[in-house]
Structure formats: C-alpha cells, structure tokens
C-alpha cells in the first residue's frame, strides 16, 4: 500500500537533512518510535521497557533502511499494518493519523525566546 498523501518528498527530505547534518540524527515519531541514524544508515526504533546504566531509555532498533526517504515510508507502511485497525474506514483514519504524526515530526520547530 502506497502513501499519495504523505506530504514528505524526496526533497522536502533532503533538505531537512542537509540543514540538520546526516551523519547522527535522531527524529522523535512519537513516545514509542523514532528514527535514528548513524554514518550509513536509518533506523526504525521502538522503546523498551527499560533504561540502561546511565538511566536512559533503551531503544531497539526494528528493522534499518539506506535512506531516509525509505525509513519514512516503510515507518508508514509498518505503523499502517501494525495497526488495530478494522475495516476499511478505521484504516483510512488510521492512515491519516500516521500521515499526521510523520509529518510533524519531520516539520523544523522554532523556539524564540
């Protein structure tokens, strides 16, 4: 199942992570998931029930991606067909509920003081 309206292109992308540096990043999806990088690749994480040494919380990772662009749309394909969605009409506002919670998290927040 493709994403139509999953408003992150290939450029929107790259732009973001040329601002932000490739070479460690980490995009907070929501409290269970993030997308964490490093020198060659992406990955999908999810929290465990546990912190380790330091006291911070561990996150496993669930499946890795060669580029972003991949590791947001395959995220969205995972989350979609995790879901507990039934029937078609929860699955469509389920599919807008993720569209909605991938695209704030790729969407710059500015603080001013």
């Known amino acids: 199942m493709q994403s139509p309206r999953l408003h992150l292109n290939r450029l929107d ?3 973001l992570t040329t601002k932000i540096g ?3 990043v980490t995009i907070q999806i929501n409290e269970q998931y993030r997308i964490r990088s ?3 690749q992406f990955f999908l994480e999810k929290m465990a ?3 380790d040494k330091n006291g911070e919380v561990i996150y496993n990772p669930l499946r890795s991606y060669g ?3 991949s590791a947001v749309r395959m995220s969205y394909r995972y989350f979609l067909m995790t879901s507990d969605a039934d029937g078609i009409i929860e699955l469509m506002a389920e599919s807008d509920r993720i569209i909605g919670e991938l695209t704030k998290a790729f969407t710059p927040q500015i603080k001013i003081n």
Do not use: C
């Open 13 to 15: 992308i790259h732009a």
């Open 22 to 24: 490739i070479n460690m």
């Open 38 to 40: 490093d020198t060659r």
């Open 49 to 51: 029930n546990s912190k």
């Open 67 to 69: 580029t972003i662009e």
